[in-house]
Every structure is written in C-alpha cells, then in structure tokens.
C-alpha cells in the first residue's frame, strides 16, 4: 500500500493501582472518545515524523521521544525495509502525562499503520508485544500494566506476568477525569509504597490486599451495570490508596468535591501523588454540576467518558 492508517484510543485504570505492582488484580477501562490517529504515506525520500509536540525528520527525534523511534527502526527492520521512505503523522486528542495512556496508545497506533501498511496479519499477542518496545524504555514501569492494556479495546483484567484479560462491561454510567495540575511521579509513587511496605509491612500489606478485594468485587458490578455499587468500591479504594500515601491534598479536594456534588464515587486514577482523580456518575446525574464543584475546586482540565449499553 501506499498509505495506511492505525488507530487507537486512551485508558484509564478503574480500580487496582500501586495494589497491581504487588500482584494484587487491576481494572483498566478504555476511553474511546480521547482516540488516536497515525496515517503512515510512503514517499520518494526522507523519513518524517509530523506529531503536534515533533515536526522533522525521524533520526533526530530527542530524547523523550527515543521510545517511538526505536519502535519505528524496529519495525523498519522487521519488514526488512530500514530506509523505507514515508511520513508518519500523529493526530491525538488524548492528553499527555495525565496517566492516560497516550504513549501506550501512540505505540500501538503506529504498530497498527505499519502492519496494515505491510498488509500483515497481527495478533493482539505480538501487538502487545510491539507496544512493550516503546512502553519499556519510556517507561520502564514495574507491573507493565500500561503497555499490557493498551493493546485492547475494552475493559480488561490485570495481573502482573499474565496477559490482560478482556472483561465484561454492561455499565451505564459517566466518568468523569479532572487534572490536578500536580505533575504526577509515577516512579516515585511506587517507591513510596515500597517504603511504606517496608517501614510498616503489615498495616501496608493490609491495604493492598483490600484493594486487590475491591477490583474483584467490581469485576462483577461492571458486569451487571451497578454503578451504584461501584461508586462506594471507588471511594473505598481512595481511602486506602491515601492510607499507603500515594493520593494528594489536590487529589482529595477535587475528590470530596465530586463527591458533595453527586458523583457515586471517586478516587485517584494511575500513580497518583498529583496526577489525575476519575468520578463515577449516573448518566441521568447532573454532570454539569459534578464538572462546575471540580472546577471551582481547582481542576485544571476535566475529561468526561460517557458509557451506555445498547439494548436490543
Ligand atoms: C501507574 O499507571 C500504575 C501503578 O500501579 C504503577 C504500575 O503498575 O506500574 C501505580
């Protein structure tokens, strides 16, 4: 072919951060309305990168791009054409550094465009493992949940060392994403809980393995469409994950103004210590209200995922 195109779109963890890097199970959802786009264009010479953040040529991407040009020279050699000429263009609404998964999503668009490029079959087994080139020296991250998940479109299961699991989801309900502003250190998040195991291991392994208990219990309210008992799940999960040290007073304002506001339940979502809080409401909840208590608590940017189950 002579242009092809891959798509995918952002992810949010719904329950099971810090508790998944201790083998306890998470719950990743996808946002399908913050989506990605990459189009890949063969040409006569030249391999340029077009990305909102990098316009030029593909060998002088710096460093914090070093993980999508080792993936696309890996990818190169692997269809056996290194100095293939072409362009590759970006087009993403998902946010960046939110813990949204954008690099992730990036990854696998670009994996996609050049296998439908190639006209190669790809399985989401070597998808996955595509994505992991670039998610390993971007991140780097300890229970690889993000590079795991971002190759599925829907919900999915975790667990560390195993492949990600496609759940069921009938919900009918509206997250609601808000941005502290506070860039979150997902590295340093995990270091905090390793030192809180460390310093008191039974109060902190407590805490981790109840929120391992409330990603098992929501598996099967996601399923049932019980947002209303998902909601009180959330809220739980918050607490523990401030009791372990990972959340923020930024985090706990916009999560208690959700909360008076009329959301079911909240917590932060990814690393935390800053970062980003995700609220769960009912479809027919005033959102508009959820939206206004977060911003005149402080939000900086606030993203809204509305689920709804098509009944035949
Ligand atoms: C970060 O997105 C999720 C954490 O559980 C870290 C990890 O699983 O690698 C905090």
Redesign the pocket.
Known sequence: LKIATGKSHAKI?LL??????YNEP?IALPLPDLNMLVTVTKRDFGQIILAENYQGPLSEMTEAFEGIRQLINRLLKFFKMPNLAFSLKIQSTIPLER?MGSSAATAVAIVRAFFALFETPLSNLELQRWANVEESITHG??????AATAAHDVPVWFMKGNLPEPIAMDLDATLIIADTGVHGQ?GL??SVVREQLQNDPIETQNHLTALGDLSRAARNFLAKNSADKLGPIMTTAQEHLDAIG?SHPYLNNLINAALEAGALGAKLT???VGGAMLALADNHADIEAIIAALEKAGAREIWVQKYQVKRG
């Open positions: 963890i099971g951060e810090h508790a998944v890097v998470a813990g991250s300890p229970s690889g949940i993000d997902t998040a995990v990972v990814g690393g935390g």
